[in-house]
């Protein structure tokens, strides 16, 4: 049977029923407790745990040990939404904490869901310094960089693509995209609609909704490393 998982999306309060799979992500450190609750309780879901660069401003003084801590308790975690937003302000901050979290995540061979908007340059620099002291692997959620790029990324960093409302608009980067490195993402509060996304991805690499839902299903689940 055709499986679908959501790869990036958020819990709402309370969470919505789902039945399907999906990655919930935190954007702030009061998210994560209610990150690991929801991904313990529902099965076929999974937590990943971070601070989002428009919620810098929030963190306390021992978010890092907490991270780490929660981490280090829930083996399955993995570390987001975490990355860089040229809209937001204090870039020097989010670069400050984005850098701790990626090590974090070589550090604890955790994969990470990546925010990156207008600030790609600044990404793929601070990639080349870290070398191989990167993350498992690194889902780009809403991928919206250079679609040039995208084949060396997957090879270089391990890294994932996800599309969804937002940057399915323009379908150069899914087409360019291999295809064994496509995923699909609502980035909402109900996955359920992730089958609406998959059947439009579908239909843009024009490939059986069905195969594509399989295609896409596996690649979440070899992501994951499951
Ligand atoms: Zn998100």
Known sequence: MTKYIDAHCHLSYPPAETDVGAVYNAARQSDWENVISVTDMQNNTFGAIGIHPWYISEITADWENQLRDLLQ???????????????????????????????????????????????????????????????????????????????????????????????????????????????????????????????RIATILNIAPEKMADIIYQNTLRMLGI
């Open 73 to 199: 308790k829930n083996s399955e975690l993995l570390i987001g939404e975490i990355g860089l937003d040229k809209h937001k302000p204090d870039m020097e901050t989010q670069i400050q904490v984005f850098c701790n979290q990626l090590l974090l995540a070589y550090e604890m061979k955790r994969g990470v869901c990546l925010h990156c908007v207008g600030a790609w340059d600044k990404i793929l620099n601070i990639f080349n310094v870290f070398q191989n002291k990167l993350p498992h692997f690194i889902l780009a959620h809403c991928y919206s960089g250079n679609p040039k790029d995208i084949e060396r990324l997957a090879e270089k960093y391990n890294m994932y693509f996800s599309y969804g409302p937002r940057n399915l608009q323009d379908t150069e980067r899914l087409r360019s995209t291999p295809l064994d490195r496509i995923v699909a993402e609502t980035d909402s509060f109900n996955p359920n609609d992730i089958v609406i996304i998959v059947n």
